[in-house]
């Protein structure tokens, strides 16, 4: 299994950013996927997920309305666009498999990989 996540960068407050995530090694369209994000300092915490025919999605409260999570079954990618960007969104952001969308309780499924920064800042 192998979870490639791009797109981060630097960005103004108010910015968007697209992410991506290329997967590879499994049967993508039989999975939900996620996004994950661990800020310095912070435990790392479920940001969306999706499952594996694109709906529905969940995200978590602070960025309901301004991040949108979607795939593409047949390019075996998972998106993140990410609009109004905030100085806490700042962090790396990593794409997982899902055990099960509806239990955020069970976690994911493959070990994490390097994740991609997202670093808002003036």
């Known amino acids: 299994v192998q979870l490639v996540e791009s797109g981060g960068g630097l960005v103004q407050p108010g910015g968007s950013l697209s992410l991506s995530c290329a997967a590879s090694?499994?049967?993508?369209?039989?999975?939900?996927m996620s996004w994950y994000r661990q800020a310095p300092g912070k435990e790392r915490e479920l940001v969306a997920a999706i499952t594996s025919g694109g709906s529905p999605t969940k995200y978590v409260d602070s960025v309901k309305g301004r991040f949108t999570i979607s795939r593409d079954n047949a390019k075996n990618t998972v998106y993140l666009q990410m609009n109004s960007l905030k100085p806490e969104d700042t962090a790396v952001y990593y794409c997982?498999?899902?055990?099960?969308?509806?239990?955020?309780?069970?976690?994911?499924?493959?070990?994490w990989g390097q994740g991609t920064l997202v670093t808002v800042s003036s």
């Open positions: 090694g499994f049967t993508f369209s039989s999975y939900a």
């Open positions: 997982n498999r899902l055990r099960n969308y509806y239990v955020d309780s069970w976690g994911t499924l493959d070990a």
